[in-house]
């Protein structure tokens, strides 16, 4: 999440973006001038340029001048930066997917020879078989929750149900508990039964969200256990996967903030599932560098609704400026088409 300056979701916290709209500004001929044009110590100054370098937002700048300056990296454009860095969280997140897969795998075999029921596969993984016993578990586990639930969740393979009463009935409940509910929830496949459906839960309090990748469906409890529902709803002889703490730790929880980062709040979206224009019209004029009065000419709206939907659109993305509302909207893909 982020809060106030931060970009938690870029790796960013506030000295990092600071120092990087310095850098865009070209504030300062060198790095002690320049911590001292933002009051900033001269080691919180090297930290965040070490963290901007690490994530890609700027290149080595010249060798040290003859006095022993050191002088200043470069920055890397916004937009190329945020890009580079969106391309290797995707990649992060293939790779956990295809690990998942394997173990999906792993235990569809072994439960395979196992026969029905609930099979252990080892290093803290349960395979559970058949549809019966994955509804009582699911129930079971969503029962237990006590402060958050988290769920992925795609379209279902093609003869599959659009989505389960009885999980959607256990999930709107648990709001009115005090059990925090986040859903992740794949924008293609979506119809308008779905969305209805979604809608609704949002409005009993669930937070739910539209990403473009969602590689596994997956409910996680308290961040102690979850549950990999199969991927094939249909198949008599698909397994669900119920993962113990320390996977659930080292990647599954990971994977699901990877995906609800990116991911477009139900809110923001048209019927369809999407962005709406009108959002993203108004990111590409922010992006442009435009001032209220431009664009609420280009909107054709008075400049106190421009800047109410500026405002609004900030809110939207949990962004203090107009560069995090423009980093955000890269990483969650809102400027796509």
Known sequence: MIEGAELHALGLGEAEERVYEALLSDRAPDAAALADELGMPYGELEAALVLLRDHGFTLPGPPPGPGGARPLPRPVAPAA???????????????????????????????????????????????????????????????????????????????????DPLFETLVEALPARGVGVRMAVRRDGLDADRLRILTALAGRGV???????????????????????????????????????????????????????????????????????????????????????AIARRLGVHVHTARRRISGLLDALGADTRFQAGAQATLRGWLER
């Open 81 to 163: 930066a945020i890009r580079t860095l969106i391309h290797r969280r995707q990649a992060e997140l293939h790779l956990k997917s295809a690990e998942l897969e394997r173990l999906r795998l792993s235990a569809d075999h072994i439960a395979g020879r196992l026969g029905a029921g609930s099979t252990a596969v080892g290093g803290g993984v349960e395979a559970v078989c058949g549809a019966e016993a994955i509804a009582e578990r699911t129930a079971y586990l969503l029962a237990s929750a006590e402060r958050e639930v988290v769920v992925l969740d795609r379209p279902p393979c093609p003869g599959g149900t659009a989505t």
């Open 207 to 293: 937070r739910v969200r539209t990403a473009t990748e969602v590689p596994t469906r997956l409910i996680a409890v308290d961040g102690r256990v979850t549950l990999l529902p199969p991927a094939d709803t249909t198949d008599p002889a698909a397994s669900a996967l119920v993962i113990g703490e320390t996977l659930l730790r080292d990647a599954l929880l990971p994977l699901f903030e990877t995906v609800w980062d990116r991911a477009v709040p139900l809110g923001c979206t048209g019927g369809d599932g999407r962005v709406s224009e009108h959002r993203r019209e108004l990111l590409g004029l922010l992006a442009a560098g435009l001032k209220d009065e």
